[in-house]
Protein backbone atom coordinates (compact mmCIF):
# COMPACT_ATOMS: atom_id res chain seq x y z
CA UNK A 1 0.00 0.00 0.00
CA UNK A 2 2.98 2.47 0.60
CA UNK A 3 4.12 2.16 -3.17
CA UNK A 4 1.60 4.39 -4.60
CA UNK A 5 1.69 7.11 -2.19
CA UNK A 6 5.43 7.28 -2.64
CA UNK A 7 5.23 7.38 -6.70
CA UNK A 8 2.24 10.26 -6.30
CA UNK A 9 5.11 12.09 -3.72
CA UNK A 10 8.08 11.56 -6.44
CA UNK A 11 5.34 13.13 -8.95
CA UNK A 12 4.84 16.24 -7.28
CA UNK A 13 8.34 16.45 -6.78
CA UNK A 14 8.96 16.93 -10.90
CA UNK A 15 6.44 19.17 -11.43
CA UNK A 16 7.25 21.96 -8.77
CA UNK A 17 11.03 21.43 -9.47
CA UNK A 18 9.93 22.09 -12.89
CA UNK A 19 11.77 19.01 -14.88
CA UNK A 20 9.90 19.48 -17.94
CA UNK A 21 11.45 22.48 -19.28
CA UNK A 22 11.71 24.13 -15.80
CA UNK A 23 9.93 27.29 -14.38
CA UNK A 24 9.45 30.42 -16.38
CA UNK A 25 11.12 33.44 -16.11
CA UNK A 26 9.61 36.12 -14.37
CA UNK A 27 10.38 39.91 -15.76
CA UNK A 28 8.94 42.75 -13.61
CA UNK A 29 9.60 45.88 -12.51
CA UNK A 30 9.46 48.07 -9.25
CA UNK A 31 8.10 51.67 -9.06
CA UNK A 32 9.89 54.59 -7.88
CA UNK A 33 9.99 55.64 -4.35
CA UNK A 34 11.79 58.36 -2.68
CA UNK A 35 12.20 60.64 0.43
CA UNK A 36 10.24 63.29 0.83
CA UNK A 37 11.24 66.87 0.94
CA UNK A 38 10.63 67.69 4.44
CA UNK A 39 12.49 64.54 5.90
CA UNK A 40 15.47 66.11 4.30
CA UNK A 41 15.51 69.63 5.72
CA UNK A 42 18.12 69.92 8.10
CA UNK A 43 20.11 66.47 7.29
CA UNK A 44 22.32 67.64 5.29
CA UNK A 45 21.19 64.98 2.21
CA UNK A 46 20.11 66.15 -1.26
CA UNK A 47 18.49 64.46 -4.09
CA UNK A 48 21.12 63.26 -7.01
CA UNK A 49 18.69 61.48 -9.46
CA UNK A 50 16.60 58.12 -10.05
CA UNK A 51 18.31 55.38 -12.48
CA UNK A 52 16.85 52.01 -13.18
CA UNK A 53 19.62 48.67 -12.98
CA UNK A 54 18.46 45.56 -13.85
CA UNK A 55 19.43 42.12 -11.86
CA UNK A 56 19.18 38.99 -13.43
CA UNK A 57 18.87 36.08 -10.19
CA UNK A 58 17.22 33.31 -8.92
CA UNK A 59 14.58 33.44 -6.51
CA UNK A 60 14.29 30.47 -3.83
CA UNK A 61 11.56 28.99 -1.53
CA UNK A 62 10.91 25.95 0.87
CA UNK A 63 7.47 24.45 0.65
CA UNK A 64 6.60 22.03 3.24
CA UNK A 65 3.77 19.52 3.01
CA UNK A 66 3.78 15.45 3.09
CA UNK A 67 7.20 15.89 0.98
CA UNK A 68 9.36 19.11 1.60
CA UNK A 69 10.59 20.70 -1.50
CA UNK A 70 13.38 23.44 -2.50
CA UNK A 71 11.34 25.52 -5.66
CA UNK A 72 12.94 27.95 -7.25
CA UNK A 73 12.67 30.50 -10.02
CA UNK A 74 14.34 32.94 -12.61
CA UNK A 75 13.76 36.49 -12.28
CA UNK A 76 14.63 39.62 -14.40
CA UNK A 77 13.90 42.89 -12.18
CA UNK A 78 14.20 45.97 -12.66
CA UNK A 79 14.94 48.54 -9.69
CA UNK A 80 14.48 52.34 -9.68
CA UNK A 81 17.15 53.61 -7.01
CA UNK A 82 16.79 57.05 -5.64
CA UNK A 83 20.51 58.21 -4.52
CA UNK A 84 20.67 61.04 -1.77
CA UNK A 85 24.30 62.34 -1.03
CA UNK A 86 25.54 64.52 2.02
CA UNK A 87 29.36 65.82 1.56
CA UNK A 88 31.90 65.46 4.31
CA UNK A 89 35.22 65.77 4.67
CA UNK A 90 35.62 62.02 4.87
CA UNK A 91 34.00 61.32 2.02
CA UNK A 92 30.53 61.35 0.90
CA UNK A 93 27.20 59.82 2.71
CA UNK A 94 25.00 57.93 0.79
CA UNK A 95 21.40 56.79 0.80
CA UNK A 96 20.13 54.50 -1.53
CA UNK A 97 16.29 54.07 -2.30
CA UNK A 98 15.68 50.79 -4.45
CA UNK A 99 12.41 49.08 -5.25
CA UNK A 100 11.93 45.40 -6.56
CA UNK A 101 9.02 43.90 -7.35
CA UNK A 102 7.55 40.94 -5.25
CA UNK A 103 8.17 37.31 -6.94
CA UNK A 104 6.67 34.53 -6.36
CA UNK A 105 8.84 31.10 -6.57
CA UNK A 106 5.88 29.18 -7.49
CA UNK A 107 2.88 30.51 -9.07
CA UNK A 108 -0.68 30.03 -6.83
CA UNK A 109 1.65 29.83 -3.41
CA UNK A 110 1.41 33.00 -1.14
CA UNK A 111 5.17 32.98 -0.65
CA UNK A 112 6.56 35.71 -2.07
CA UNK A 113 10.48 36.83 -2.20
CA UNK A 114 12.55 40.45 -2.78
CA UNK A 115 15.01 39.77 -5.42
CA UNK A 116 17.60 41.82 -3.58
CA UNK A 117 17.69 39.83 -0.69
CA UNK A 118 19.41 37.22 -3.21
CA UNK A 119 22.65 39.62 -2.83
CA UNK A 120 25.03 39.71 0.01
CA UNK A 121 25.20 43.01 2.17
CA UNK A 122 28.45 43.97 0.09
CA UNK A 123 27.13 42.67 -3.58
CA UNK A 124 23.83 45.00 -2.74
CA UNK A 125 25.92 48.07 -1.82
CA UNK A 126 27.67 47.73 -5.59
CA UNK A 127 24.69 47.24 -7.31
CA UNK A 128 23.08 50.07 -5.95
CA UNK A 129 26.11 52.64 -6.28
CA UNK A 130 29.88 52.85 -8.07
CA UNK A 131 31.22 55.58 -5.18
CA UNK A 132 32.12 52.70 -2.44
CA UNK A 133 33.53 49.54 -3.33
CA UNK A 134 33.39 47.45 -0.70
CA UNK A 135 35.92 45.47 0.50
CA UNK A 136 35.08 43.51 3.76
CA UNK A 137 32.18 43.77 6.01
CA UNK A 138 31.37 42.99 9.41
CA UNK A 139 28.27 42.20 11.26
CA UNK A 140 27.24 45.01 13.60
CA UNK A 141 24.37 45.42 15.72
CA UNK A 142 20.60 45.86 14.57
CA UNK A 143 18.55 48.63 15.17
CA UNK A 144 14.83 49.73 14.69
CA UNK A 145 13.42 52.07 12.48
CA UNK A 146 10.39 53.43 10.90
CA UNK A 147 10.19 52.96 7.08
CA UNK A 148 6.63 53.65 5.29
CA UNK A 149 4.76 53.57 8.26
CA UNK A 150 6.25 50.09 9.36
CA UNK A 151 8.71 49.30 12.14
CA UNK A 152 11.89 47.04 10.51
CA UNK A 153 14.65 46.09 11.46
CA UNK A 154 17.82 47.66 10.23
CA UNK A 155 21.33 45.98 10.13
CA UNK A 156 24.44 47.60 10.53
CA UNK A 157 27.41 46.22 9.45
CA UNK A 158 31.10 48.25 9.56
CA UNK A 159 34.26 47.62 7.14
CA UNK A 160 36.18 48.15 4.23
CA UNK A 161 35.81 49.96 0.95
CA UNK A 162 37.47 51.61 -2.04
CA UNK A 163 36.92 55.28 -1.78
CA UNK A 164 38.83 57.75 -4.45
CA UNK A 165 41.06 54.80 -4.78
CA UNK A 166 41.82 54.65 -1.10
CA UNK A 167 40.86 52.52 1.90
CA UNK A 168 38.74 53.84 3.96
CA UNK A 169 36.18 52.44 6.79
CA UNK A 170 32.66 52.25 6.44
CA UNK A 171 29.45 51.77 8.28
CA UNK A 172 26.62 50.39 5.92
CA UNK A 173 22.84 50.03 7.42
CA UNK A 174 20.51 48.38 5.10
CA UNK A 175 16.18 48.20 5.98
CA UNK A 176 13.75 46.88 3.87
CA UNK A 177 10.00 46.48 4.11
CA UNK A 178 7.34 44.88 1.88
CA UNK A 179 4.67 47.42 0.12
CA UNK A 180 2.09 45.92 -1.29
CA UNK A 181 3.55 44.13 -4.71
CA UNK A 182 7.01 45.63 -4.13
CA UNK A 183 9.53 45.71 -1.68
CA UNK A 184 11.59 49.11 -0.86
CA UNK A 185 15.03 48.75 0.28
CA UNK A 186 17.23 51.50 2.07
CA UNK A 187 20.66 51.25 2.06
CA UNK A 188 22.84 54.50 3.82
CA UNK A 189 26.60 54.17 2.95
CA UNK A 190 28.92 56.38 4.96
CA UNK A 191 32.25 57.01 6.04
CA UNK A 192 32.66 55.53 9.57
CA UNK A 193 34.13 58.50 11.11
CA UNK A 194 30.92 61.12 9.87
CA UNK A 195 28.25 57.55 10.21
CA UNK A 196 25.41 59.65 12.03
CA UNK A 197 22.14 56.66 12.95
CA UNK A 198 19.81 59.32 13.90
CA UNK A 199 20.08 61.36 11.22
CA UNK A 200 19.53 58.06 8.63
CA UNK A 201 16.70 56.92 10.80
CA UNK A 202 14.79 60.69 9.93
CA UNK A 203 15.11 60.04 6.27
CA UNK A 204 14.32 56.48 6.24
CA UNK A 205 11.55 57.86 7.95
CA UNK A 206 10.22 60.15 5.60
CA UNK A 207 10.73 57.56 2.37
CA UNK A 208 7.59 57.69 0.21
CA UNK A 209 5.99 55.46 -2.04
Known sequence: MTRPVVALALVAVVALAGCSGGPSRVV????????????????????????????NTTVQSVISGDVQLDAERPVTATTPIATYRRGTDSGPALLLVATAP????????????????????????????????????????NATVRLLGNETVARTDTGVATY????????????????????VTVVAVAPRSVADHERVKRVVAGVTH
Open 28 to 55: AAGSPAAVDTNALDGTGYEYVGTTNRTL
Open 164 to 183: DGKSTRVVVTVASVRDGDEF
Open 102 to 141: AVRPVENQPTVRNPLDTLSTADLVGYLQSTYAVESLTRGE
